[in-house]
Antibody, heavy 118, light 107 residues
Framework: QVQLVESGGGVVQPGGSLRLSCAAS????????MHWVRQAPGKGLEWVAF????????YYADSVKGRFTISRDNSKNTLYLQMNSLRAEDTAVYYC???????????WGQGTLVTVSS | DIQMTQSPSSVSASVGDRVTITCRAS??????LAWYQQKPGKAPKLLIY???SLQSGVPSRFSGSGSGTDFTLTISSLQPEDFATYYC?????????FGQGTKVEIK
């Protein structure tokens, strides 16, 4: 069965950096695009970034462009999100999710909490 | 950027009721529309993709319709496990946007 397991969340000071990881199993990771989506406490879902199956193209929300970098290692079945210059408004649960090839996110991880606070 | 507007923001309904949630895109997105259900403390779950295709394992009481800018999620007979927040999401031109959510509450 498809499993996505995020890790790397925690508390970081404003201006700091953090790298999230998402370990994938149960499907051919190298054949699918992958997303990061976040949800601030008590708020709705916000799409963050997408990477194509082979890493050839990456897309970002305006709110994180230039600060966050999505990447993947298909040999390790792992997705990453490098987050730099973190701000208080980046505080959220971060989910990784698999794209189903039709622009929808069909499998999600359990999420990892990132808190940006001094 | 494409904006997604859901209505209503919340709805109170009883078990057995028919519930309809609408989602409007700020510009045409063909059928690049999905619907998700989220329960507190849990990850979202895909219900409908490509506007009207039912995700595997999702009960048939859920259905989606629409194309272009106006879309609808219908729950034909609300069940106790359906009380949750529902989100629409568009995927057009390599940008993805979620609606603000609709909370379905017990009446």
């Amino acid at each position: 069965q498809v499993q996505l397991v995020e890790s790397g969340g925690g508390v970081v000071q404003p201006g700091g950096s953090l790298r999230l990881s998402c370990a994938a199993s149960g499907f051919t990771f190298s054949s699918y695009g992958m997303h990061w989506v976040r949800q601030a406490p008590g708020k709705g879902l916000e799409w963050v970034a997408f990477i194509r199956y082979d890493g050839s193209n990456k897309y970002y929300a305006d709110s994180v462009k230039g600060r966050f970098t999505i990447s993947r290692d298909n040999s390790k079945n792992t997705l990453y999100l490098q987050m730099n210059s973190l701000r208080a408004e980046d505080t959220a649960v971060y989910y990784c999710a698999k794209d189903n090839g039709a622009g929808s996110l069909d499998y999600w991880g359990q999420g990892t909490l990132v808190t940006v606070s001094s | 950027d494409i904006q997604m507007t859901q209505s209503p923001s919340s709805v109170s309904a009883s078990v057995g009721d028919r519930v309809t949630i609408t989602c409007r895109a700020s510009q045409g997105i063909s059928s690049w529309l999905a619907w998700y259900q989220q329960k507190p403390g849990k990850a979202p779950k895909l219900l409908i993709y490509a506007a009207s295709s039912l995700q595997s394992g999702v009960p048939s009481r859920f259905s989606g319709s629409g194309s272009g800018t106006d879309f609808t999620l219908t729950i034909s007979s609300l069940q106790p496990e359906d009380f949750a927040t529902y989100y629409c999401q568009q995927a057009n031109s390599f940008t993805w946007t979620f609606g603000q959510g609709t909370k379905v509450e017990i009446k």
